[in-house]
C-alpha cells in the first residue's frame, strides 16, 4: 500500500543553519507529493508541491524536489529562522483517489 | 481567505459519554475530511464525505460516526467515548478536484480531546 516515512524529529537547529527533512514514501502508480506545516497552535498549511518526477516545488525560502529514481521528497531550506519552528508533514497522494497519506511528521525548533 | 472552524479547541469528557466535534468551512468545498493526529502517527483518516449525505470510511473509522446534513458542517461522533480516542482531531475540506489537478486541503485549528 502507499506510504510515507519521515525523518524522526525533533530537530533543532541554530538561526540561519541549513535544513534538511528528509522523506521516502511507497506508492503505485505516479503520486503527488507535498509538504505540510503546522505552526504552534495551528491547523496544517500547504507549504509546496511537486506532480510529477523532477519537480521542483518551492514556496518561503523551502525546496523539495520529486525523485522518482529514489522515492524521495527531501525538504530544504538554506537558512532557517526562528519562526520556522513548527512541525513539518510529507504527504503523497495517489493520482487515483483523493485522500492524502500523512508522514508521522517531524518536528523542527530553530534557536536564535 | 479560506475558514475551517471547529467548535472547540480544548475538550474534556469522560469514558462512555457521546462526544460531537463540529467542524464549519465558509467556501462551498464539495470534500470535508476528519483527521486524528498522534504523535509518531501524524495524520491518520477517519472519514470523509464528497457531499451532503455521504460519507465513506477513512483508514481508522472504528469508533466514529459522521453526519453530514448541510455542505458546509461536518461532525464527528464519538457514540462512547473511550480512553484511546484522547487526541488532537483535525477537520479539513477541499473542492471538488477536476481532473488531472490537486485541490489543497485546508484545515482547521483543531480540537484537543481528553478522554478520563
Known amino acids: 500500500g502507499n506510504s510515507v516515512t519521515q525523518m524522526e524529529g525533533p530537530v533543532t537547529l541554530s538561526e540561519e543553519a541549513f535544513l534538511t527533512i528528509n522523506c521516502t514514501y511507497t506508492?503505485?502508480?505516479?503520486?503527488?507529493l507535498f509538504w505540510y506545516v503546522q505552526y504552534p497552535g495551528e491547523g496544517l498549511q500547504l507549504l509546496l508541491k511537486a506532480t510529477k518526477a523532477d519537480d521542483k516545488g518551492s514556496n518561503k525560502g523551502f525546496e523539495a524536489t520529486y525523485r522518482k529514481e529514489t522515492t524521495s521528497f527531501h525538504l530544504e531550506k538554506g537558512s532557517v529562522q526562528v519562526s520556522d519552528s513548527a512541525v513539518y508533514f510529507c504527504?503523497?497522494?495517489?493520482?487515483?483517489?483523493?485522500?492524502?497519506?500523512f508522514g508521522q511528521g517531524t518536528e523542527l525548533s530553530v534557536k536564535p | 481567505d479560506v475558514k475551517v472552524t471547529q467548535s472547540s479547541r480544548y475538550l474534556v469528557k469522560r469514558t462512555g459519554e457521546k462526544v460531537f466535534l463540529e467542524c464549519v468551512q465558509d467556501m462551498d468545498h464539495e470534500n470535508m475530511f476528519w483527521y486524528r493526529q498522534d504523535p509518531g502517527l501524524g495524520l491518520r483518516l477517519i472519514y470523509f464525505s464528497y457531499d451532503v449525505k455521504m460519507k465513506e470510511k477513512g483508514d481508522i473509522p472504528e469508533g466514529y460516526s459522521v453526519s453530514r446534513e448541510k455542505k458546509e458542517r461536518f461532525s464527528l461522533i464519538l457514540e462512547s467515548a473511550s480512553t484511546n480516542q484522547t487526541s488532537m482531531y483535525l477537520c479539513?475540506?477541499?473542492?471538488?478536484?477536476?481532473?488531472?489537478?490537486?485541490?489543497?486541503?485546508?484545515f482547521g485549528p483543531g480540537t484537543r480531546l481528553t478522554v478520563l
Open positions: 504527504a503523497l497522494r495517489n493520482n487515483q483517489g483523493g485522500k492524502l497519506i
Open positions: 506508492a503505485t502508480g505516479y503520486p503527488s
Open positions: 479539513a475540506s477541499s473542492p471538488r478536484p477536476t481532473s488531472g489537478t490537486y485541490n489543497e486541503q485546508f
